[in-house]
């Protein structure tokens, strides 16, 4: 119970000094967002339309900034996080859950993927050391984890879109789909994840082969893999019952950290197949400067860190009780 109450204080503390950092550093910039916006006009700019603007943007300058931060945390909780000048009139919130499926679909769905089979190979090749497996796969997939993201997303287009046409260029769905809950829609948008989903895989693989064959080689080595030997268990139960769960612990953080930057999407991977996720709605944000989108997902990847490391840090003490009573 000591242990869950201290890890909740930590992330209230830093769910607070999120929310205030985020409040101060688009203050700490000239101007703001109607300015921004206006900015794009060149030339003379009438007061009245920067006051209208202004106004429905919800900019008061003549607010103090302690009712100023008040008022942000308040909408916060309540989840308005203002207007979007990149999408205007809409808000950022109908703006962000627009493309947050998009995100957690591919992106969630590749991370757990390639934790999980690197996870997997790193396990295997560190219990069959210097077998063919273990000489074989760790080398490749480490190798292609240096390539960088929007290459493998651009050698993927060429071979499989272009040379071989198997899947399409460009895009979430077909420009003459209709979305909605069918088959041939749900098909489509199938078909056009596989090749972004396939560049995150192969390349994140290589990260979790690593640091999961390093710990098995470390963990084999215990006096209680060697115990459970001895007393004549099966090889498979001590890899994955013994040796693998443990091994897997120093992991969970890195993994949580990993879910947690899902919500802003392979910003790479998502410009490069233009994918309507939130990695490419976080890029245009930045080029066309739109202060309150840029605000909110920032605070939202934040969020979802710590509530990812939280979870880790919970998970962690169910599967190993010595990290409860050494906190």
Known sequence: MRFLVRRVGFLLVALWAALTVNFFIPRLMPGNPAQAMMAQFRGHVN?????????AFGVNTHQS??????????????????ISTSYFPLPVSSVIMRALPWSIG?????????FIIGTAIGAISAWRRGGLLDSALPPVF??????????VGLLSIWFFALTLNWFPLLGGYSETATPAWTWSFVGDVLIHAVLPAFTILI????????TMRNNMITVVAEDYVKMARAKGLKPRRILWHYAGRNALLP?????A????????????????????GLGFMLLQAVQSEDYPLMQSLFLLITVAVLFAIFLSDVATAILDPRTRSST
């Open 47 to 55: 007061p009245s339309a920067l006051g209208a603007l202004e106004a």
């Open 65 to 82: 900034l302690l009712s100023a931060y008040v008022s942000y945390v308040g909408n916060t909780f309540q989840g308005n996080f203002g």
């Open 106 to 114: 591919l992106v969630g769905l590749s991370t757990v993927l390639g």
């Open 142 to 151: 480490i190798i292609i984890s240096a390539f960088p993201y929007f290459w």
């Open 203 to 210: 390349t994140s693989i290589g990260g979790w082969i690593l």
């Open 251 to 255: 992991n969970l953080t890195g993994f």
């Open 257 to 276: 950290m990993s879910l947690g930057f899902v919500i802003s999407g392979a910003i790479l991977v998502e410009y490069v197949f233009n994918y309507p």
